[in-house]
T-cell receptor, first 114, second 110 residues
Framework: SQTIHQWPATLVQPVGSPLSLECTVE??????LYWYRQAAGRGLQLLFYSVGIGQISSEVPQNLSASRPQDRQFILSSKKLLLSDSGFYLC?????????????FGEGSWLTVV | QKEVEQDPGPLSVPEGAIVSLNCTYS??????FMWYRQYSRKGPELLMY????GNKEDGRFTAQVDKSSKYISLFIRDSQPSDSATYLC??????????FGPGTRLSVLP
């Protein structure tokens, strides 16, 4: 069966520091990979998605970037964090985006920028 | 008008009650409908997935889709304290990203 791992689970970072969140999927190949941010009381906001190695689509212009160095690895980064980057970040995957198949989430990473 | 609307709650019910959670949406092109359960500080977990209109049942959970009214529901029978969580509806259509509701917080009181 497929599993998704996301880390770190919690982190507190000072303003202006870099960020790296990692996500890996096991048990499948060629997954579509997603980064979402969830703010309290709001729906999930899609940040980035990737349909293959090195292929990144950005949905929201911001202080963040994403990379996919390997088929099942997805990384969310920032060079200099802002206070507004605080939030709950979720990695997700599915197999066939064009068919509207459902999406599966990791456990999430809580980021507090201080 | 928001693309997906969902009552944020909180909704408190006694143990054993039937719970009804609902979402309305504006885009008639949506074809795939999902419900997720999210415990505090955890990632969303897929509960139910339906395609187009109709009902789907899985144990104590029933999902309903009424495309003519642009309305979806999740019913929980014999609710348990372990059902206390935030429930997110989500939808998509062919080739497009998923759209999520803000979630309804549910508390089932023992």
């Amino acid at each position: 069966s497929q599993t998704i791992h996301q880390w770190p689970a919690t982190l507190v970072q000072p303003v202006g520091s870099p960020l790296s969140l990692e996500c890996t999927v096991e048990g499948t190949s060629n997954p579509n990979l997603y980064w979402y941010r969830q703010a309290a009381g709001r729906g999930l906001q899609l940040l980035f998605y990737s349909v293959g190695i090195g292929q990144i689509s950005s949905e929201v212009p911001q202080n963040l970037s994403a990379s996919r160095p390997q088929d099942r690895q997805f990384i969310l980064s920032s060079k200099k964090l802002l206070l507004s980057d605080s939030g709950f970040y979720l990695c997700a995957w599915n197999l066939d985006r064009t068919a509207g198949n459902t999406i599966y989430f990791g456990e999430g990473s809580w980021l507090t920028v201080v | 008008q928001k693309e997906v609307e969902q009552d944020p709650g909180p909704l408190s019910v006694p143990e054993g009650a039937i719970v009804s959670l609902n979402c309305t949406y504006s885009n008639s092109a949506f074809q795939y409908f999902m419900w997720y359960r999210q415990y505090s500080r955890k990632g969303p977990e897929l509960l139910m997935y339906t395609y187009s209109s109709g009902n789907k049942e899985d144990g104590r959970f029933t999902a309903q889709v009424d495309k003519s009214s642009k309305y979806i529901s999740l019913f929980i029978r014999d609710s348990q304290p372990s059902d206390s969580a935030t429930y997110l509806c989500a939808m998509s259509f062919y080739g497009q990203n998923f759209v999520f509701g803000p979630g309804t917080r549910l508390s089932v009181l023992p």
